[in-house]
């Protein structure tokens, strides 16, 4: 039975049949009620071939009282059901995306989506619908079948737990497991946690899943630890403790897939992915070299000094970084905001800012740079621990704490043995002080044109070249790019605020509800403050000054 109200949909439909499609923007804000599902038109596309119209769904949900005490792996677990049933009932009908039902495709990790939403025991969607045309005119019986009958059953479908509920269980446990090791890691004098069992290579570089018959994850015995849950399981693995740690190893031995993965563990992974068990702190940075990136007065003075025309680099500004001088910022970048961990790999870093052989040093008489060898010490008295892969660098080796060795996709700890070896070469730590980065305040903003989303990259008409997301490996989903995109938008409002400030405002209006930052957008999904920060900080429309 369908409830018709005042601005009913199904009226609305009976009088713009066979209507040129504009007339379809009638139906904004139309609202109807069926089996007590309420459905409301809050964004109406101009043609069939614009990007779709959206519907908010909402229903109550009747599901065991567990699970709605965690509503984040909750709509997680909805989301994925919805997205997976909504593929079956969508069907082209019509011209360009008529006849289409859907909402953004979830990636393997478990955060806020602004497609499913749950307050209480409510839950809400945003589900993109193609309203149906035929040489752009109004199909109004198939547009009454698609939003008044397929979205509710669709619906209905989707919100029936009761058969599944050994799986949304799995889905809840999970991410419980994932949040308590995270908790503890800080008392545990930990900054990650790789479980033993866990598959860490990716099929395929691009891939988010598992690698088939991938070696399984085993803790070497001196670095393996159990961290009893609170209902009782015990989870071992390897914990890496705060400080240095570098892991080293021949190519292809999976130095570089550990810390990726390390760098995954900052989200929640759903079951089956393989990292379910890898846990990492949340103020954690991978940072890469990125030549020709903007920089914005950044106090990079601890690492890049004496350059030839310049010589103060406490605020830095270029718009055309090299390796070293990215790698510097983007360190002191993510530390103003909170970062904690900072993740390094040799194959993506500029290797004359990890480290520099001190027996050439006399050959050269400018010396601008003081790598993370001498600083690491300073940075981790300053809280600051960082994961290193290297093949084997002497001057890494001799800072360490820890010495990781990946044989054959399998860690080995050797620290005691590298430092014997450290001290056979009589490797000298020339040991310099570390000094954390001002804080900052944006002085000036512009606006962009109409940025958008192409890929991985931002780009508009007004910036000098697109801006490379994908060097942010802790983005994972599209829709953690359109969060992204949404914050670009409204930047103009945080003027001669401090980054840290704006990051973490902003971090927490979307930890409430990414749906706050969209007018109704399905494509929305939870970042932190350090990827926000990450955007900012290479925007050339924005300037910053010390505070």
Same mark, same amino acid.
């Given at each position: 039975m369908i409830g018709l109200q005042t601005k009913s949909i199904a009226a609305i439909l009976s009088r713009i049949d066979s209507k040129g499609y504009k007339a379809y923007k009638k139906l904004l804000n139309a609202k109807e009620v069926v089996d007590g599902i309420r459905i409301?038109?809050?964004?109406?596309? !101009?043609?069939?071939?614009?990007? *779709?119209?959206?519907?908010?769904?909402v229903s109550k949900i009747r599901a065991p009282e567990w699970a709605l005490e965690e509503p984040v792996p909750l709509?997680?677990?909805?989301?994925?059901?919805?997205?997976?049933?909504?593929?079956? =009932?969508?069907?082209k009908?019509?011209?360009?995306?008529?006849?289409?039902?859907?909402?953004?495709?979830?990636?393997?990790?478990?955060?806020?989506?602004?497609?499913?939403?749950i307050v209480r025991d409510t839950v809400i969607a945003r589900i993109y619908v193609g309203l149906p045309s035929k040489r752009?005119?109004?199909?109004?019986?198939?547009?009454?079948?698609?939003l008044l009958e397929k979205i509710p059953k669709a619906f209905k479908e989707a919100l029936n737990v009761d058969y599944m509920l050994d799986d949304l269980r799995k889905h809840v446990y999970t991410w419980k497991m994932q949040e308590y090791i995270r908790m503890k890691l800080p008392d545990l004098g930990l900054v990650s946690f790789i479980g033993d069992g866990s598959i860490l290579p990716r099929k395929c !570089?691009?891939?988010?899943?598992?690698? *088939?018959?991938? #070696? *399984? =994850?085993?803790?070497?015995?001196s670095l393996r630890i159990t961290i009893t849950l609170p209902w009782g399981d015990e989870v071992t693995g390897m914990g890496i403790r705060k400080g240095i740690t570098v892991v080293a190893g021949s190519a292809f031995h999976g130095?570089? &897939?550990?810390?990726?993965?390390?760098?995954? !563990?900052?989200?929640?992974?759903?079951?089956?992915?393989?990292?379910?068990?890898?846990?990492?702190?949340?103020?954690?940075?991978?940072?890469?070299?990125e030549d020709g990136?903007?920089?914005?007065?950044?106090d990079i003075s601890s690492m890049i000094h004496n350059i030839p025309g310049q010589s103060n680099t406490s605020c830095f500004t270029t718009r055309d970084a090299s390796g070293a001088t990215s790698i510097a910022a983007s360190i002191q970048e993510a530390i103003e905001v909170g970062a904690k961990l900072i993740l390094l790999d040799e194959d993506t870093a500029a290797t004359n800012i990890l480290y520099i052989d001190e027996r050439a040093k006399d050959i050269t008489k400018w010396h601008t740079i003081t790598p993370l060898s001498s600083l690491a010490r300073s940075m981790k008295k300053k809280g600051v621990s960082l994961i290193m892969v290297s093949s084997g660098s002497l001057p890494l080796l001799a800072i360490a704490d820890t010495i990781i060795v990946m044989e054959a996709y399998k860690p080995i700890d050797k620290t005691t043995e590298a430092k014997g070896l450290v001290k056979q070469h009589n490797v000298e730590?020339?040991?310099?002080?570390? &000094?954390? @980065? =001002?804080?900052?305040?944006?002085?000036? #903003?512009?606006?962009?044109?109409?940025?958008?989303?192409?890929?991985?990259?931002?780009?508009?008409?007004?910036? @000098?070249?697109?801006?490379?997301?994908?060097?942010?490996?802790?983005?994972?989903?599209? &829709?953690?790019?359109?969060?992204?995109?949404?914050?670009?938008?409204?930047?103009?409002?945080?003027?001669?605020?401090?980054?840290?400030?704006?990051?973490?405002?902003?971090?927490?209006?979307?930890?409430?509800?990414?749906?706050?930052?969209?007018?109704?957008?399905?494509?929305? !999904?939870?970042?932190?403050?350090?990827d926000i920060a990450y955007l900012l900080n290479r925007l050339p429309i924005v300037k910053f000054t010390n505070t």
């Open positions: 409301e038109i809050v964004r109406v596309q !101009g043609d069939p071939y614009a990007p *779709p119209s959206v519907v908010k769904v709509a997680d677990w909805l989301t994925r059901r919805l997205y997976r049933i909504l593929q079956r =009932f969508s069907r009908i019509g011209d360009g995306r008529s006849g289409y039902l859907g909402i953004p495709r979830p990636g393997p990790i478990i955060i806020r989506r602004s497609s499913l939403e752009r005119r109004i199909l109004g019986d198939y547009a009454e079948e698609l !570089g691009g891939c988010e899943e598992p690698l *088939p018959n991938a #070696v *399984p =994850f085993e803790s070497p015995p130095k570089s &897939t550990l810390l990726e993965a390390i760098a995954a !563990g900052v989200w929640n992974h759903i079951p089956g992915d393989g990292r379910e068990k890898v846990v990492t702190i949340r103020e954690t940075m991978y940072v890469r070299a990136r903007y920089v914005s007065c950044v730590v020339h040991e310099k002080k570390y &000094t954390l @980065p =001002f804080k900052r305040k944006i002085v000036e #903003v512009r606006s962009l044109e109409k940025p958008k989303i192409r890929g991985k990259s931002l780009e508009d008409k007004s910036l @000098p070249a697109s801006i490379p997301l994908s060097n942010n490996i802790h983005l994972v989903e599209e &829709t953690q790019l359109y969060t992204l995109l949404a914050v670009v938008k409204r930047i103009q409002n945080y003027k001669n605020l401090s980054i840290d400030h704006i990051v973490r405002l902003l971090e927490d209006q979307i930890l409430k509800s990414p749906s706050n930052f969209g007018d109704h957008n399905p494509k929305l !999904g939870e970042v932190r403050a350090l």
